[in-house]
T-cell receptor
Framework: GIQVEQSPPDLILQEGANSTLRCNFSDSVNNLQWFHQNPWGQLINLFY???GTKQNGRLSATTVATERYSLLYISSSQTTDSGVYFCAVGSSNTGKLIFGQGTTLQVKP | NAGVTQTPKFRILKIGQSMTLQCAQD?????MYWYRQDPGMGLKLIYY???????DKGEVPNGYNVSRSTTEDFPLRLELAAPSQTSVYFC??????????FGSGTQLSVL
């Protein structure tokens, strides 16, 4: 099955810094989503982005499907950005979405 | 809208017991999913459904069963609980396979 690899596994930032999280996948995909899991365990969908670029406030994401990777950019990070960021991909129209292992982000005040 | 509602939030089972985790959504989503998350790990897909009456196995289906008799409900059944099933279980739904919404999770311990 499709493999999903996220990097870096851990990231520590000072408040106000920018960061880039990466998601590599082993096969062509027609579905890619980014999620944030806050320290209380709640999972929030950030982007549905099988290709192209999207922006939502301080967050933006780019997927280059032909090169099998996606990037999540966080600008001017805040302590509330802390948590785990997951990438999930699907390679067919079956609805099956596979998650990466996540990047744990800690933003220090 | 309540979104995706999971019950119970916490449960402790003895080895060999059975239980059903409930999941309901009120967004008229056709796709529904069950994932488990072990401590410090990512989410593993247990089962998913693309519509009422249709279910399919994910990455880790052994020891679980599901049914999808209505669009709104997608219960997960654990038969003969084992310590390896100690985990946090998340239900999710989406319209087609876009924009997945998650429930708040069920923390299950099997002792």
């Amino acid at each position: 099955g499709i493999q999903v690899e996220q990097s870096p596994p851990d990231l520590i930032l000072q408040e106000g810094a920018n960061s880039t999280l990466r998601c590599n996948f082993s096969d062509s995909v027609n579905n890619l989503q980014w999620f944030h899991q806050n320290p209380w365990g709640q999972l929030i969908n950030l982007f549905y982005i099988p290709s192209g670029t999207k922006q939502n406030g301080r967050l933006s994401a780019t997927t280059v499907a032909t090169e099998r990777y996606s990037l999540l950019y966080i600008s001017s990070s805040q302590t509330t950005d802390s948590g785990v960021y997951f990438c999930a991909v699907g390679s067919s129209n079956t609805g099956k979405l596979i998650f990466g292992q996540g990047t744990t982000l800690q933003v220090k005040p | 809208n309540a979104g995706v509602t999971q019950t119970p939030k916490f449960r402790i089972l003895k080895i060999g017991q059975s239980m059903t985790l409930q999941c309901a959504q009120d967004m008229n989503h056709n796709y529904m999913y069950w994932y488990r998350q072990d401590p410090g790990m990512g989410l593993k897909l247990i089962y998913y459904s693309v519509g009422a009456g249709i279910t399919d196995k994910g990455e880790v289906p052994n020891g679980y069963n599901v049914s999808r008799s209505t669009t709104e409900d997608f219960p997960l059944r654990l038969e003969l609980a084992a310590p390896s099933q100690t985990s946090v279980y998340f239900c999710a739904s989406s319209y087609e396979d876009r924009g997945m919404f998650f429930g708040s999770g069920t923390q299950l311990s099997v002792l």
